[in-house]
Structures are given as structure tokens and as C-alpha cells.
């Protein structure tokens, strides 16, 4: 089944106005996109996959998105898949993925995506990012103002830290804490081994996932407390689209969620919204999806 998918996205891909680009990072390396380009348009969405995707992983929302008239750049991070092979720009290569990243190094990708479309002469553009991929636009945008940006669209965003202690149970506490003092040491790097967990990661990236301090907690939705204090620093409207069918948000009433969200972000006209029958990845809601995108931009 996921190999038809993979060759209708190609066979869509060959009806379209596309092309594969090599963008490069501030700091050396080469990252794929792909890139639809709809002619007479000044408005691109740059496209963020989340936690292990790639920039194929949610090809029937990207789909959508043109569909309504966005051109869009979907970039593969540093931190796509498990593992991968990201090859320098003078050559070499490093074996990062989302189970060896650093996180914060997302700005760096994010930043060269923005680039790539500036220079290819959008005047305005939104930066969308599903799952994980939220937490990057999140924390992009807390650390970055652009004029050029002028929305984010936050898909099934979630609690990295509330979905860490539903599935790892017990083992949870003692591996945020091995991990956070491994990484202490210097081993951040090193793979966390045993049968722990369901796929490779390391320390640091553990860590980093599930740490109430990290950069990488912009949607803290296990702390009913929280002032969501990454997102109180975006300055530009926000579009929070949710499921209540989204699995990780487990017992959690995903009302109760939405009106958390909505008290804490400030600036207008965001906009907090749960879609009826949507599940983590928009599976059969992804016209709907790109049309409430398209309308609020509107």
C-alpha cells in the first residue's frame, strides 16, 4: 500500500510544475525540497514533516494545499527518518536523523527553506509544520522575525512529554534521567541500546524530546499551568488545526486542549480549531484542511 501511494505521488508530481532542489544550510549541509511552483503566485507554504517523516510522509495534505492554489516547498530536514545520510556542501557527509539531531539546528534548515523561496521571489510566505514538525516552526519563529513570514499553520501539534510517559510507562523517569546525564558526560551521541524503545535514539535527542526546559517543549498540553512561553513569543497570527480522533492526545479532552491554547495566545487573528473525524495525520480530511487554511489566510 505505501508503494502505490509513493507512485501516485510521483505520478502527480510528474503532472505538476515541480522540481527537486538542493538547498543549502548556513552551516554546510544539503537538504532535498520539493518544490511545486505555481506560476502568477506570490505566496509559498514551506512545509515541515514531523517525527521520523520526510517531505513524502503527509503527500495528500501537501496535494491539497496546491490543489487550493499555494506553491509549496516541502523540505526534508536534517532530522528526516531515523537515520539518514546528509551529504556537506564541500563535500563529506554527517549521519544525523530525527534520532541524532539537535534540535535547535532546525533553525537552520527552517531558514534555508524561507531563503530558497525568497529568492525564487515569493513576497509572502507561511510556514506549516505537522507533529514534531510544529514544535520546529514553533521554535523557529520564537527565535526569528521575518516580514516575509506572515502566518504559521501548527498541525496535530502534541506533548512530546505527555505522549513519552503514556507509551514508555514506568522506564519513562529513569530514561529522561540517564539520558540527561549521559548527554552531561559528553555520550549524547550514543544510542540509547537494549529493548527499551521501539527505534534507535540518543541520549541527547532523548532528552531533548521530553525535558520540560528544552526548546523542544513549545506544546506542553500535560501542564495545565503552563503559559506556553515559546508561543507567547510569535508575534505573527497563528492557525492551530487539531483532530479529535488524534490519538496522542490520549484521555486528554481535546476541548479542554483548544480552550487551553486559545487563553494563551494573545496575538490576532490566530485561531484555535478541533476538525470532527481528523486523526494525527488528517487521513481523508486533508482537502478540508487546506481549505480552512486557505480561508483563513484570506
Not at 538542493?22 to 511552483?37: E, S
Not at 505527555?162 to 552531561?184: H, N, Y
Not at 486559545?262 to 470532527?276: A, H, Q
Request: glycine share 10%; aromatic share 12%; net charge positive.
Amino acid at each position: 500500500m505505501v508503494g502505490y501511494f509513493n507512485h501516485l505521488f510521483c505520478v502527480i508530481c510528474y503532472l505538476m510544475k515541480y522540481s527537486v532542489e538542493k538547498i543549502k544550510t548556513r552551516d554546510g549541509l544539503v537538504l532535498d525540497g520539493l518544490f511545486f511552483n505555481l506560476r502568477n503566485r506570490n505566496r509559498a507554504i514551506l512545509f515541515i514533516h514531523g517525527f521520523p517523516g520526510n517531505f513524502r510522509s503527509n503527500q495528500k495534505i501537501i496535494e491539497a494545499f496546491i490543489g487550493v492554489g499555494f506553491a509549496v516547498l516541502a523540505l526534508n530536514t536534517r532530522g528526516h527518518d531515523i537515520l539518514n545520510i546528509t551529504h556537506k556542501e564541500k563535500g563529506g557527509y554527517r549521519v544525523l536523523g530525527s534520532a541524532m539531531e539537535r534540535f535547535e539546528d532546525c533553525v537552520l534548515d527552517i531558514s534555508a527553506g524561507v531563503g530558497f523561496l525568497k529568492k525564487k521571489g515569493f513576497k509572502e510566505i507561511l510556514l506549516a509544520g505537522i507533529s514534531s514538525g510544529a514544535d520546529k516552526v514553533g521554535y523557529y519563529l520564537s527565535q526569528n522575525g521575518d516580514r516575509a513570514i506572515i502566518a504559521a499553520i501548527f498541525i496535530s501539534p502534541g506533548s512530546n512529554i505527555l505522549i513519552g510517559r503514556k507509551e514508555l510507562g514506568k522506564d519513562f523517569q529513569g530514561l529522561l534521567e540517564e539520558s540527561i546525564e549521559m548527554t552531561r558526560k559528553g555520550f549524547g551521541l550514543l544510542p540509547i541500546l537494549g529493548n527499551r524503545l521501539e527505534f534507535p535514539i540518543s541520549y541527547q535527542r532523548f532528552s531533548s524530546l521530553y525535558s520540560e526546559n528544552s526548546s523542544e517543549n513549545v506544546f506542553p498540553f500535560h501542564n495545565k499551568k503552563t503559559d506556553f512561553k515559546i508561543l507567547a513569543k510569535i508575534k505573527i497570527p497563528i492557525l492551530i488545526l487539531m483532530g479529535d480522533k488524534d490519538k496522542y492526545f490520549f484521555s486528554k479532552n481535546i476541548k479542554t486542549i483548544a480552550n487551553l491554547l486559545k487563553r494563551n495566545i494573545k496575538n490576532k487573528p490566530s485561531r484555535v480549531e478541533v476538525v470532527r473525524g481528523a486523526n494525527h495525520s488528517f487521513e481523508n480530511k486533508e482537502k478540508e484542511l487546506a481549505e480552512k487554511v486557505k480561508n483563513w489566510i484570506e
